[in-house]
């Protein structure tokens, strides 16, 4: 059974910084991509940013690009969100989640429905 879970998640200061990890167990990462969404109440739940199965390629929204940075572990099974000068409009539930083949065209990776396992979401809240 796949699981994913995030951790890393808190309530900070508009300028600060978080770390979000994502561990996952059940499967090896390291030949999948990995992505990281994000749904704030009300809203529907957007694409934040992605790395491809060997880290050699990233993808990131345009709202966070220049303060987020993904990256990978793969000894450790696990992918971090890097989150630097935080916005109250990043806040949200954000979610890991983990595609189901190795190689994915560009556009795939912006897809939630290119991702097929998800982990349960962690809390950021952002306050000015």
């Known amino acids: 059974q796949v699981q994913l879970v995030e951790s890393g998640g808190g309530s900070v200061q508009a300028g600060d910084s978080l770390r979000l990890s994502c561990v996952v167990s059940?499967?090896?990462?390291?030949?999948?991509?990995m992505g990281w969404f994000r749904q704030a109440p009300g809203k529907e739940r957007e694409f934040v940013t992605a790395v491809s199965w060997s880290g050699s390629n990233t993808y990131y929204s345009d709202s966070v690009k220049g303060r987020f940075t993904i990256s990978r572990d793969n000894a450790k099974n696990t992918v971090y969100l890097q989150m630097n000068s935080l916005k109250p409009e990043d806040t949200a539930v954000y979610y890991c989640?983990?595609?189901?083949?190795?190689?994915?065209?560009?556009?795939?990776?912006?897809?939630?429905?290119?991702?097929?396992?998800w982990g349960q979401g962690t809390q950021v809240t952002v306050s000015s």
């Open positions: 989640a983990a595609g189901l083949f190795t190689h994915y065209s560009a556009d795939r990776y912006y897809n939630h429905g290119s991702y097929a396992y």
């Open positions: 059940g499967r090896t990462v390291s030949v999948y991509p």
